[in-house]
């Protein structure tokens, strides 16, 4: 059984930085993709970041690309999500997902994305 918890969120100023962390707990993570997602009430979730197995392909919503940078750690099963340049339009919970291997997961489908965490809350005041 896969466990995702997510860490990180807090409040920030817009222009500022956050490091959010995922740890994976379970068999083969080197066996997933993963990513980030964020969502507000009542809105659809958003992909924001993809990561592949081996750390050396990943993808970005245009709203993020060029201010945030996901990575993993495969030693310690840990991803992580550095956001820089924060905007108010960042504010979201984050949540932290695993595609098994197969999984068309480049596009952020969130319905390809097979475990997921509870979510961290990010608030960007302007």
């Known amino acids: 059984q896969v466990t995702l918890v997510e860490s990180g969120g807090d409040s920030a100023q817009a222009g500022e930085s956050l490091r959010l962390a995922c740890l994976f707990s379970?068999?083969?993570?080197?066996?997933?993709?993963m990513a980030w997602f964020r969502q507000n009430p009542g809105k659809q979730r958003e992909g924001v970041s993809a990561?592949?197995?081996?750390?050396?392909?990943?993808y970005y919503a245009d709203s993020v690309e060029g201010r945030f940078t996901v990575s993993r750690d495969n030693a310690k099963n840990m991803i992580y999500l550095q956001m820089n340049r924060l905007l108010p339009q960042d504010t979201a919970r984050y949540f932290c997902?695993?595609?098994?291997?197969?999984?068309?997961?480049?596009?952020?489908?969130?319905?390809?994305?097979?475990?997921w965490g509870q979510g961290t809350q990010v608030t960007v005041s302007s």
């Open positions: 379970g068999p083969d993570f080197t066996y997933y993709a």
């Open positions: 990561i592949s197995w081996t750390g050396e392909s990943t």
């Open positions: 997902a695993a595609a098994a291997y197969g999984r068309r997961w480049r596009g952020m489908p969130p319905d390809q994305y097979d475990y």
